[in-house]
């Protein structure tokens, strides 16, 4: 697990925390989770792997590394996906972007909304049932959106930038 310590952080913090950690342990195929926040920054991240991960034969390469590794190219993807998505929604005049799931063929990327703009994003494998990871994001959205005030973001902010 790539996430703050939980020495010092806030019932609330460590609360995202056990969530986070759940939806990756729980839901078979998730290989990573990112919480980014509405600005583009990572505020919590799963990378079970870790960032050292090597290449599954017949499942492409293994992810580039970068400061935290697969959790920041994770987070970079996220927030992309989610400003794009979001511009297309509004070019269209539909709406909120509720959810974006992007299947290719080594692997999904699946996108979801939180209530105060934050995304969550979680790269599955392949053969993920897409109905369960949409369905377990869906209650990580439901429990961590009334969770995920201003003073929440700042103390997860402070405590990834000092996660080695």
Same mark, same amino acid.
């Given at each position: 697990?790539?996430?703050?310590?939980?020495?010092?952080?806030?019932?609330?913090? =460590?609360?995202?925390?056990? /969530?986070?950690?759940?939806?990756? !342990? !729980?839901?078979?195929?998730?290989?990573?989770?990112? &919480?980014?926040?509405s600005?583009?920054?990572?505020? /919590?991240?799963?990378?079970?792997?870790?960032?050292?991960?090597?290449?599954?034969?017949?499942?492409? +390469?293994?992810?580039?590394?970068? +400061? =935290? *590794?697969?959790?920041?190219?994770?987070?970079?993807?996220v927030? @992309?996906? *989610?400003?794009?998505?979001?511009?297309?929604?509004? /070019?269209?005049?539909?709406?909120?972007?509720?959810?974006?799931?992007?299947?290719?063929?080594?692997?999904?990327?699946? &996108?979801?909304a939180?209530?105060?703009? $934050?995304?969550?994003?979680?790269?599955?494998?392949?053969?993920?049932?897409? @109905?369960?990871?949409?369905?377990?994001?869906?209650l990580?959205?439901g429990?961590?959106?009334? &969770?995920?005030?201003?003073?929440?973001? $700042? !103390? /997860?902010?402070?405590?990834? !930038?000092?996660?080695?």
């Amino acid at each position: 697990m790539t996430a703050p310590s939980t020495y010092g952080l806030s019932t609330q913090a =460590r609360n995202l925390q056990w /969530l986070l950690t759940d939806l990756v !342990e !729980e839901v078979p195929g998730v290989n990573s989770v990112a &919480v980014v926040s509405s600005d583009g920054l990572l505020l /919590l991240s799963s990378d079970p792997g870790g960032a050292a991960a090597t290449a599954t034969p017949g499942q492409g +390469p293994a992810p580039a590394k970068g +400061p =935290r *590794g697969a959790s920041a190219d994770l987070a970079t993807i996220v927030s @992309g996906l *989610g400003s794009l998505t979001t511009g297309a929604a509004a /070019l269209m005049d539909y709406g909120d972007v509720k959810q974006t799931m992007v299947a290719m063929e080594h692997g999904s990327v699946f &996108v979801m909304a939180i209530s105060d703009g $934050s995304l969550l994003g979680v790269h599955a494998t392949p053969d993920c049932d897409m @109905g369960v990871v949409a369905y377990h994001m869906a209650l990580f959205v439901g429990r961590a959106g009334h &969770v995920l005030t201003p003073e929440v973001r $700042s !103390e /997860l902010r402070q405590s990834m !930038e000092n996660t080695p």
